[in-house]
């Protein structure tokens, strides 16, 4: 029976099987002849410290062989012919939903109003060099959702372990790397992650699901207080076509934002909820590695032999306010993520590597509800209106195009125009605009409080060639729809199941995708019962 051990160890060390025998057989008490074998099986790292430390959980096999099995592959059902559930958005939490329906014996039929993974790249080529915004295919919409070209981060604080290991145990049976299920902060990493959707497609339509991509929805049928179809229109030929199933799963994502609008149109029960909005920051990755690993540049290098591109999270309270890092990218890129011509946002995404020279971050600040007064004549639209307006002085700032507003992070703290900019990663272009002038004032005043209370604590963030880009507006969803807390159905429209992020239930990959999980299961157990 093979024991469990923690040590702690420092970076090289942590690369080196023998060390680790050693370091076993010390922490055991027995010789190091009578281990066999050992397994890495959880990996954090400690960069408190200038001594760095690496700490690890090991499975160590003792006077006996690791016996090689083959991981128990998930059974899924052939569905084809059974019960059908309508699932509105191919994101995490839609994908994920389809998964377990299918494993339930119920069968899914995704409605994505963006395009599969290889057509989608097309569009994403024309944002990035043409400034082209296809408001059905981009970062946000399309096969896997936003999460598709993201970092592909899969940390999260929600949930059980053993739901969150069931989701990780999902993107490995779909191709990810084994690691995501021994590191503390797993991701996957943007080259990778189209593949890995591509092969949860194949597992939905082998087993009888169905995928309609470029189709878009337009209208809900209620009677009754109980929805009955979805309308939805064929993006290629033109066509509205109607999709009947037991149940509608709404996992549109935080930015359909015609969703919304379509229930506020229809008396369906929204609210508005808090959101946060800022701006994306951009550092030389090698300053960050040397203000995380306690190095000066010169020595970066030699740090990295065992260490990967180093993040950073910081929170800061600024007037009853949190400022805070957002989606934190080493080695990554900021990219362009409209939804709509007139508008600019950002967000930041990593390949599995992290080699990119850049790290970016999101740093935004707290929305809360009383800060939507002046918008309240739209209701519960009150955020998405905050959103938009932000979005167009953006788009306005940048010269109307996807070329973005952007000032050197230390000119932005002194209110003065940058007279030129250093690199960025961001494709589009950017354009030096007063961002301390042109945000609105209560979040331009507590992004440079905040930059500088975190500024004291580390003097090397506030760099001369680092850079703010704007906007980071789309964290998560201004608006809620409602469910209730038992059956997750909506409270006004029966068979409704808002879900993931674009209901307000989620923040990220893995709690989307647990969202679906979630709700698919609910759902399986009251249409089998019938």
């Known amino acids: 029976m093979p024991k469990e051990v923690q040590i702690t160890v420092a970076p090289d060390e942590a690369a080196d099987p023998e060390v680790l025998k050693w370091k076993a057989s010390e922490k055991l008490g027995i010789g190091i002849k009578n281990i066999n074998e050992i397994q890495v099986i959880k990996r954090s790292i400690d960069a408190r410290n200038k001594h760095i430390k690496i700490n690890l959980t090991l499975k160590v096999y003792v006077d ?29 939490a839609g994908l994920f939903a389809a998964l377990e329906l299918i494993k ?71 191709g990810a790397s084994e690691e995501i299920m021994v590191d503390a902060h797993p991701h996957i990493g943007t080259n990778k992650l189209p593949d890995i959707i591509v092969k949860m497609r194949e597992t939905i339509l082998n087993h009888g699901g169905e995928i309609h991509f470029n189709t878009l929805l337009v209208d809900l049928d209620i009677k009754n207080e109980t929805i009955s179809s979805a309308i939805c229109k064929d993006l290629i030929s033109d066509t509205t076509k109607e999709f009947n199933g037991d149940a509608i799963i709404l996992a549109t994502g935080h930015s359909a934002r015609d969703i919304f609008e379509l229930f506020h149109k229809k008396n369906i029960l929204i609210e508005a909820k808090p959101f946060a909005m800022g701006v994306r920051v951009e550092h030389p990755q090698d300053l960050i590695d040397s203000m995380q690993y306690h190095c000066s540049i010169k020595e970066v290098e030699t740090q990295r032999k065992h260490l990967p591109a180093a993040p950073y999270t910081w929170v800061e309270q600024v007037k009853d306010r949190g400022v805070y890092s957002f989606c934190m990218c080493p080695g990554g890129i900021i990219a362009p993520c ?18 990119n020279p850049f790290a970016n971050s999101g740093i935004v600040v707290s929305i809360t509800l009383e800060d939507l007064e002046k918008y309240k004549e739209h209701g519960p639209l009150a955020g998405l209106r905050y959103q938009q307006e932000v979005e167009r002085m953006a788009w306005e700032a940048g010269g109307k195009t996807q070329t ?37 004032k209560d979040i331009s005043m507590r992004l440079r409080e905040g930059f500088k209370a975190y500024g004291i604590k580390k003097k090397d963030y506030l760099h001369k060639d680092a850079v703010i880009v704007g906007v980071e507006s789309r ?49 399986a157990v009251k249409i089998t019962t019938k």
């Not at 007139?342 to 930041?348: A, D, L, P, S």
């Not at 209110?415 to 272009?429: A, E, I, N, R, V």
């Open 64 to 92: 006996e062989e690791k016996i090689s099995k083959e991981v128990e592959k998930t059974n899924y059902k052939n569905v084809s012919e059974k019960k059908s559930v309508i699932i509105i958005g191919a994101g995490p």
């Open 104 to 174: 339930e014996g119920v069968k899914p039929v995704i409605i994505e109003r963006g395009k599969d993974v290889r057509d989608r790249r097309r569009d994403l080529a024309a944002l990035n060099k043409e400034h082209i915004v296809n408001p059905n295919s981009n970062y946000c919409f399309g096969e896997g959702g936003a999460g598709t070209y993201s970092d592909g981060k899969l940390y999260t604080r929600s949930g059980k372990k053993s739901d969150i290991e069931a989701i990780l145990k999902t993107f490995v049976e779909h």
């Open 338 to 355: 409209a939804t709509q011509q007139e508008e600019v946002v950002t967000n930041g995404w990593s390949p599995s590597k992290r080699n």
């Open 404 to 440: 973005a507003p952007a000032q050197r992070l230390l000119d932005f703290i002194n209110g003065k125009t940058s007279f030129d900019l250093p690199p960025t990663s961001y494709q589009p272009g950017v354009k030096s605009a007063p961002l301390h002038e042109l945000l609105p």
């Open 475 to 523: 964290t998560s969803s201004p608006v809620r729809i409602p469910r209730d807390k038992e059956t997750l159905e909506h409270p006004q429209v029966k068979n409704l199941y808002p879900c993931g992020e674009g209901g307000g239930y989620a923040g990220g990959i893995v709690s989307a995708a647990m969202d679906g999980v979630r709700v698919a299961k609910i759902i």
